[in-house]
């Protein structure tokens, strides 16, 4: 038997619980011609956007930067958070140093040393809905239009 299900504010506060302290997320992103691409990505979250990390010439580099969208997934299947937002892009030497370090900090992770050519992904969520059982479907969206709805 399932949980009660949680009240918008309740899933609100899991959801930044999640932001704050998840690691990595599910990127989906589409080419131009619509073929689907999915890959984890490490994240930080800022309290407004994630900021993520991935060569530029990737499927996932070149799709992001073409559509300026994004759909990330946290969490486990009984325990989604889906964000949908929009991408700015930013060569690595673009973003302060002290965002940088934040990021490695948390990703464990440095894309700057690389041989490859990477690129900053900030995605600025414009939805975000969270659900774990059938009994949360109803109220799941917890942003609309970048606001938070609770």
């Given at each position: 038997?399932?949980?009660?299900?949680?009240?918008?504010?309740e899933?609100?506060?899991d959801?930044?619980?999640r932001?704050a302290?998840?690691?990595?997320?599910?990127?989906?992103?589409?080419?131009?011609?619509?073929?689907?691409?999915?890959?984890?990505?490490?994240?930080?979250?800022?309290g407004?956007?994630l900021?993520?990390?991935?060569?530029?010439?990737?499927?996932?580099?070149r799709?992001?930067?073409?559509?300026?969208?994004?759909?990330?997934?946290?969490?486990?299947?009984r325990?989604?958070?889906?964000?949908?937002?929009v991408?700015?892009?930013?060569?690595?030497?673009?973003?302060?140093?002290?965002?940088?370090?934040?990021f490695?900090?948390?990703?464990?992770?440095?894309?700057?040393?690389?041989a490859?050519?990477?690129?900053?992904f900030?995605?600025?969520?414009?939805?975000?809905?969270?659900?774990r059982?059938e009994?949360?479907?109803?109220?799941?969206?917890?942003?609309?239009d970048g606001?938070?709805?609770?």
């Amino acid at each position: 038997m399932s949980a009660p299900p949680r009240s918008r504010a309740e899933r609100r506060r899991d959801t930044e619980h999640r932001l704050a302290h998840d690691v990595d997320v599910w990127v989906a992103s589409a080419s131009p011609d619509g073929a689907p691409y999915l890959v984890p990505l490490s994240f930080d979250w800022d309290g407004e956007a994630l900021l993520m990390a991935t060569p530029a010439d990737s499927p996932t580099g070149r799709n992001l930067a073409a559509s300026r969208t994004a759909r990330l997934g946290l969490g486990p299947t009984r325990d989604v958070v889906m964000i949908e937002g929009v991408v700015e892009v930013f060569d690595l030497g673009a973003l302060p140093r002290e965002r940088v370090d934040l990021f490695v900090e948390r990703a464990d992770f440095d894309p700057r040393p690389l041989a490859a050519p990477y690129r900053w992904f900030r995605v600025t969520p414009r939805r975000i809905q969270a659900w774990r059982e059938e009994n949360e479907l109803k109220g799941r969206e917890l942003m609309r239009d970048g606001r938070w709805l609770a």
